[in-house]
């Protein structure tokens, strides 16, 4: 069979829906290995009898009845990626079934108190404008005075700041449009090595400001109020 | 969005926070989380448009001038930390910080510097522990290594390296070559020399040898002058000594065995009984300060099938034979529903300070911290969670899943003179981490930090594109190959020995000697434990001060059959 070490794994697969499917076929609640078994089993035969992508993850879906499962497990059962071999080759297929997490679910979260909103007391408003043709997006850290040159807006007010959102969260800046965005001021040491090198040094010292604004203009930097 | 659907979207993203509630796999046991050392809007989080890049969320130095792996916002549960969300950070191995992670240039308050060359491994959802230390082990075949680490075991004190029952091995060329074969691991492994010994000739070979300790066990002799020879010999060299007393009572009885220690430091294994010992009434060792209890798996969680299970696993660990009927009585002598009723309320109440395997001879390798706190989830309160409850007024187990987290890392870390290198998440000792994903919390790890490297965990498909694909087995990472396997895990060794393996470090064990109950994390209750029999001679009232110490066994218990096939 010249089997390779990937496909010795999908004989594990195998296998362990097999003892599934007894368990199943004997009335017997599944617990979160004979479940994921079973689902990733229904993904790669309906891909072997030549389903597409979409039918394979329809096939995940319905592997198994939520009233086939253990209490709990259903929850346990986010992401379960499986590699099928479709007719086009092999193509990777998600599993996300269908829950509905409560706060008796295992590793269950429970927040009683809502998270207070991001706050900060020193907060500036600007419109910046895309003045290229493909979209622009910005990440919390960015320092905005550095970002694109394409994008339009006033740097100055930018200086030593970024962007108001959730770490790890982004802002899009569609081609021709103008978006308004918070800004709030760097912290920590304040210094900025790196970026565009517009300022690659302390924020604050002596000039630092005036001298990465002639750097800006010099490299031909957007600058000014966008509408 | 909802409110409900913001909170599970952040959750999603950044994992629990402080004052949230989390539910430890699929048991009673919710904690509420103490503090978070993250601030909001500054969380490090590294991946595709996220902030750990270069001059962002990472300062460009050297990782030697920050650290060379950090694990961010993580929810530590550990006996010394308590349990809180931060990032550990790690320089050559050892843990070098905790707390705010990020590039101080550009963030507030910043304790764990991550250089723009620093491994980050994300940490969101899944919990930090120290890792295990298994104190009693039968490595009677070398896969036991492989079923420890893959439940989260990162050291392991032995008696063995081979199909033969040592309990403690003597000669010191078969020492070297089993801390040889042990270094093909990336554990920790001391191995006990076996206190047999009437003389200090045999001890002082072992010694020699690198044992890091010594096991008195009755199969070999568990006799007075064993006794005073083997504890004598072991305060003069600070090592540990392990015991499984005189469960005939041939020579002595429990009172007898208390008196031959004298007050000095021994470490009772399987305290309640039925892995050994003194029948009835060994649990008496329990409560003494200079006793150091442990109990072994099989017995913890104590359920409606534990006491059948043990007659047939004693007469075969223990080289006994079924069609005699006096192995039958011995074997019947040594199970005892009352006792393994009272060892699990004695956990609860900290006077059992250690929890162990036994694995290979009458224990399970791989089932150390799920019997722990499928134990901690039957003394449980529930917690109301529907709202109905104000925050501040939910019962929850924060104290009670500690104090079974000391008993299966910094415990038997001090009772063994291991502190100064594992046991804990402290600025000093090894990063061996275990992170473990909120749902199957002690039942089955994510990832086994040995040393700063992933050395263990969840594997997919070899030829996937993403590392995730199914089927997911738990087995080596890179940490377990090439001459990292040896130079991840230590030698523990005694400081007399000269024993070396090339390319592992020996590190001698320390304050063996002078480690009491009292000095136990998060336990320390002693008392005095009585028995009043009854007519049925294996049926027993235990009580502890006087109080009646009983429980249920329980029908179900938590953390296996939703998670083992």
């Known amino acids: 069979m010249e089997l390779t070490p990937s496909e010795l794994d999908r004989l594990l697969i195998f296998t362990a829906s097999r003892v599934a499917e007894d368990r199943r076929a004997r009335g017997t609640k599944l617990n979160h290995p004979e479940a994921t078994a079973l689902i990733s089993h229904a993904v790669l035969e309906a891909a072997r009898d030549g389903a597409t992508h979409a039918q394979a993850i329809q096939a995940g879906l319905t592997a198994v009845k939520p009233s086939e499962l253990l209490d709990g497990v259903a929850t346990m059962l986010s992401g379960i990626s499986v590699e099928a071999v479709f007719d086009d080759g092999r193509r990777l297929v998600v599993i996300d079934f269908p829950s509905t997490p409560d706060s008796s679910s295992p590793g269950s979260v429970t927040r009683l108190e809502p998270l207070p909103a991001l706050e900060s007391e020193d907060i500036v408003t600007l419109a910046v404008r895309n003045d290229s043709t493909i979209n622009i997006s910005v990440t919390t850290h960015m320092h905005f005075f550095e970002v694109n040159p394409r994008l339009l807006f006033d740097r100055e007010a930018a200086y030593g700041r970024h962007l108001f959102i959730p770490a790890g969260e982004h802002i899009d800046f569609p081609a021709g449009l103008t978006t308004s965005v918070q800004l709030v001021p760097i912290s920590g040491n304040r210094i900025l090595i790196g970026f565009a090198g517009l300022v690659d040094g302390p924020l604050d010292a002596p000039g630092a400001q005036a001298e990465a604004m002639r750097r800006a203009r010099e490299l031909g930097y957007l600058d000014g109020g966008a509408s | ?326 192995d039958i009585e011995i074997a019947r002598r040594r199970v005892r529903q009352a006792t393994m009723a009272a060892e699990n309320r004695l956990h609860d109440m900290g006077v059992i300070p250690v929890t162990s395997s036994d694995a290979l001879g009458m224990g399970r390798a791989d089932d150390t911290w799920r019997k722990t706190f499928a134990m901690a989830s039957m003394f449980a309160d529930r917690a109301i969670l529907d709202g109905s409850v104000a925050p501040q007024d939910v019962v929850v187990e924060n104290e009670r899943v500690l104090r079974h987290v000391a008993k299966i890392t910094i415990n038997p870390a001090l009772v ?37 490297i992933p050395a263990w965990g969840v594997v997919g498909d070899p030829g996937s594109t993403v590392a995730n694909a199914q089927p997911l087995t738990i087995s080596a990472q890179f940490g377990a190959f090439g001459a990292s396997a040896a130079e991840l895990g230590v030698h523990f060794t005694n400081s007399m020995s000269t024993a070396h393996v090339a390319g592992r470090r020996s590190v001698p064990v320390r304050n063996t000697r002078t480690i009491r109950g009292t000095d136990m994390v998060r336990h320390g209750v002693l008392g005095s434990i009585d028995f009043d029999a009854h007519v049925d001679a294996n049926d027993y009232t235990v009580r502890f001060n006087g109080d009646i110490i009983t429980c249920e066994p329980a029908q179900v218990t938590t953390l296996t059959r939703k998670y083992v096939i």
């Open chain 2, 416 to 452: 063994h003179g291991l502190s100064h290198e594992v046991g804990s998440l402290q600025v000093g000792l090894l990063a061996d981490i275990v992170l473990w994903p909120y749902r199957s919390f002690a039942s089955k790890p994510n990832m086994v930090i040995k040393s700063g």
């Open chain 2, 1 to 326: 969005m909802n409110e409900f659907h913001d909170a599970q979207q952040d959750i999603a993203v950044h994992g629990a926070r402080a004052g949230d509630f989390v539910r430890l796999g699929d048991t009673e046991l919710v904690i509420r989380v103490e503090s978070d050392d993250r601030q909001r809007g500054n969380e490090l989080q590294i991946g595709f448009g996220k902030n750990a890049r270069d001059g962002m969320g990472m300062q460009s130095t050297r990782p030697s001038q920050s650290c060379d792996v950090v694990i961010t916002n993580v929810l530590i549960i550990d006996a010394v930390q308590g349990i809180r969300v931060s990032s550990i950070g790690i320089r050559e191995g050892r843990i070098s910080a905790i707390g705010r992670s990020g590039n101080p240039d550009t963030m507030d308050d910043i304790e764990v510097v991550v250089g723009s060359g620093t491994v980050i491994i994300p940490g969101e959802g899944l919990i930090a522990t120290a890792g295990g230390i298994d104190s009693h082990v039968h490595a009677m075949a070398p896969r036991v290594c492989d079923a420890a680490l893959s439940s989260g075991i990162t050291t392991l004190i032995s008696q063995e390296f081979g199909p033969f029952w040592g309990v403690g091995v003597g000669s010191a060329w078969a020492l070297g070559h089993g801390h040889k074969q042990f270094a093909a691991w990336p554990l920790n492994v001391g191995i006990l020399g076996r206190g047999a010994g009437s003389t200090n000739a045999p001890l002082f070979e072992a010694l020699e040898g690198g044992v890091c300790g010594f096991k008195i066990h009755e199969d070999t002799g568990a006799h007075p002058r064993t006794l005073d020879t083997t504890l004598t010999f072991a305060d003069e060299h600070d090592v540990a000594v392990a015991l499984h007393t005189d469960g005939l009572n041939e020579m002595m009885h429990v009172e007898d065995t208390i008196a031959a220690i004298a007050g000095r430091a021994v470490h009772a294994y399987h305290v309640e009984g039925c892995g050994g010992g003194h029948a009835p009434d060994v649990l008496k060792l329990a409560g003494l300060n200079n006793i150091l209890a442990s109990s072994t798996n099989p017995t913890l969680a104590f359920g409606i099938n534990a006491a059948d299970e043990h007659v047939a696993m004693i007469i075969s660990a223990h080289g006994m034979n079924p069609e005699l009927p006096s």
